[in-house]
């Protein structure tokens, strides 16, 4: 099986800044193409960013210019620094692996439980 953990979320005030770490852990292969939703109080889960295993990036317009998405393919880590953070950007953030190759098991989806990020002055 395979476990996604993510830390790094808090209480940040307007302007600031934050940096997500998603650590993959048990049977993982390869973590192949990696991504960050996010999901605000009352709104649908969204795409934030994603990243190809050779490190191709594509962000969701309302992040683009202020968060990077990077990763860590051998210490299967994913990471989100979040720079210039709005209040609109508050809301628990889950990292995902569409397709994560487990070995025996095969490719599996997999989320992690979410970090809440909450900024607020």
């Known amino acids: 099986q395979v476990q996604l953990v993510e830390s790094g979320g808090g209480l940040v005030q307007p302007g600031g800044s934050l940096r997500l770490s998603c650590a993959a852990s048990?049977?993982?292969?390869?973590?192949?193409?990696m991504d960050w939703y996010r999901q605000a109080p009352g709104k649908q889960r969204e795409l934030v960013a994603v990243i190809t295993n050779d490190g191709r990036t594509r962000y969701a317009v309302s992040v683009k210019g202020r968060f990077t998405i990077s990763r860590d393919n051998a210490k299967n880590m994913v990471y989100l620094q979040m720079n210039g953070l709005k209040p609109e950007d508050t809301a628990i953030y889950y990292c995902?692996?569409?397709?994560?190759?487990?070995?025996?098991?095969?490719?599996?989806?997999?989320w992690g439980q979410g970090t809440l990020v909450t900024v607020s002055s």
């Open positions: 048990g049977s993982v292969g390869s973590l192949g193409v």
């Open positions: 995902h692996g569409p397709g994560v190759d487990t070995g025996a098991y095969g490719f599996r989806e997999v």
